[in-house]
C-alpha cells in the first residue's frame, strides 16, 4: 500500500524535484503540495497524509508553527523536516513542535526515502551531517520560557497576527498581507492583549520572542 505525502516548500523548483524523485518511488504517492505554512495545514485538514515533508523557512506561517499545528490537532500524521538550517535553536525548534525526523537539504535521494521510511514505521531520524554532540549541548543562555497556557486559546488567526507582529510588521502591512482591514488587525491585537494578559499591543512583539515564537 502505496504512504501518502504532502510536500510543503515554497520554492517551486525544490517542490518539483521533490516531486519527480517521489513519484519514481513505487511505496509513495504525493497527495498534496503546499507553498507556506497555512496552506500545508489546509492540504493536512483535506488529505490527513501518511507524512507531511516539510521546510521550515516558509512566508505567512513558517514550518515550526505549521508543524505544531499539525501535531497538535492531526497528532498520527508523521512529519519530516527537510530543510537548509543546521542550527541547534532551528533543530531544536523543529523538534519541540512535534518533528519526527530532521533531514538537510543536502542529503542524498536514498537518505531521504529511508528518512521518510523510518519517521513513518514510528522512529526518529536525524540526518547523519548533524553531530550528536550538538544535539547534546545545552540549550544557549536565555533561551525561550516554556510556553503559557494562554497560547492555546489562540486562534490560528491571532497566533499569526502574533508572529507578524514579531516581525516587525505594522497594522497596515498586517492588514495588506492578510487581506482584512485594519479595524479587524486592531481587533485581533486587542484580543491577543486580553487573551496573554498584556497591558498594550506594544508588548506583543517582546512576548512572541520571549516564549520562542519568533525566529
Given at each position: 500500500?502505496?504512504?501518502?505525502?504532502?510536500?510543503?516548500?515554497?520554492?517551486?523548483?525544490?517542490?518539483?524535484?521533490?516531486?519527480?524523485?517521489?513519484?519514481?518511488?513505487?511505496?509513495?504517492?504525493?497527495?498534496?503540495?503546499?507553498?507556506?505554512?497555512?496552506?500545508?495545514?489546509?492540504?493536512?485538514?483535506?488529505?490527513?497524509?501518511?507524512l507531511v515533508l516539510m521546510d521550515l523557512s516558509m512566508p505567512t506561517m513558517d514550518g515550526a508553527e505549521a508543524?505544531?499545528?499539525?501535531?497538535?490537532?492531526?497528532?498520527?500524521?508523521?512529519?519530516?523536516?527537510?530543510?537548509?538550517?543546521?542550527?541547534?535553536?532551528?533543530?531544536?525548534?523543529?523538534?519541540?513542535?512535534?518533528?519526527?525526523?530532521?533531514?538537510?537539504?543536502?542529503?542524498?535521494?536514498?537518505?531521504?526515502?529511508?528518512?521518510?521510511?523510518?519517521?513513518?514505521?514510528?522512529?526518529?531520524?536525524?540526518?547523519?551531517?548533524?553531530?550528536?554532540?550538538?544535539?547534546?549541548?545545552?540549550?544557549?543562555?536565555?533561551?525561550?520560557?516554556?510556553?503559557?497556557?494562554?497560547?492555546?486559546?489562540?486562534?490560528?488567526?491571532?497566533?499569526?497576527?502574533?508572529?507578524?507582529?514579531?516581525?516587525?510588521?505594522?497594522?497596515?502591512?498586517?492588514?495588506?498581507?492578510?487581506?482584512?482591514?485594519?479595524?479587524?488587525?486592531?481587533?485581533?491585537?486587542?484580543?491577543?492583549?486580553?487573551?496573554?494578559?498584556?497591558?498594550?499591543?506594544?508588548?506583543?512583539?517582546?512576548?512572541?520572542?520571549?516564549?520562542?515564537?519568533?525566529?
Amino acid at each position: 500500500m502505496r504512504r501518502t505525502v504532502v510536500l510543503v516548500e515554497d520554492l517551486d523548483i525544490v517542490r518539483e524535484g521533490l516531486r519527480s524523485l517521489l513519484e519514481a518511488h513505487s511505496d509513495f504517492e504525493i497527495a498534496g503540495e503546499a507553498g507556506d505554512g497555512l496552506e500545508a495545514v489546509r492540504q493536512v485538514e483535506r488529505i490527513t497524509p501518511d507524512l507531511v515533508l516539510m521546510d521550515l523557512s516558509m512566508p505567512t506561517m513558517d514550518g515550526a508553527e505549521a508543524i505544531r499545528d499539525i501535531k497538535r490537532r492531526f497528532p498520527r500524521v508523521k512529519i519530516l523536516a527537510l530543510t537548509a538550517h543546521k542550527s541547534l535553536a532551528h533543530i531544536r525548534g523543529a523538534l519541540a513542535a512535534g518533528a519526527d525526523g530532521y533531514v538537510l537539504k543536502n542529503t542524498t535521494a536514498p537518505e531521504l526515502v529511508r528518512a521518510m521510511e523510518t519517521v513513518l514505521s514510528g522512529g526518529r531520524y536525524m540526518s547523519p551531517d548533524i553531530p550528536e554532540a550538538l544535539l547534546e549541548q545545552p540549550a544557549a543562555s536565555g533561551p525561550a520560557r516554556e510556553q503559557p497556557s494562554a497560547l492555546d486559546r489562540l486562534s490560528e488567526r491571532e497566533l499569526l497576527v502574533l508572529r507578524l507582529t514579531a516581525r516587525g510588521k505594522g497594522n497596515k502591512a498586517l492588514a495588506r498581507e492578510l487581506c482584512i482591514s485594519v479595524k479587524t488587525v486592531e481587533k485581533h491585537k486587542a484580543n491577543l492583549v486580553r487573551k496573554l494578559g498584556l497591558r498594550s499591543a506594544s508588548e506583543l512583539a517582546p512576548f512572541a520572542h520571549e516564549y520562542g515564537l519568533f525566529d
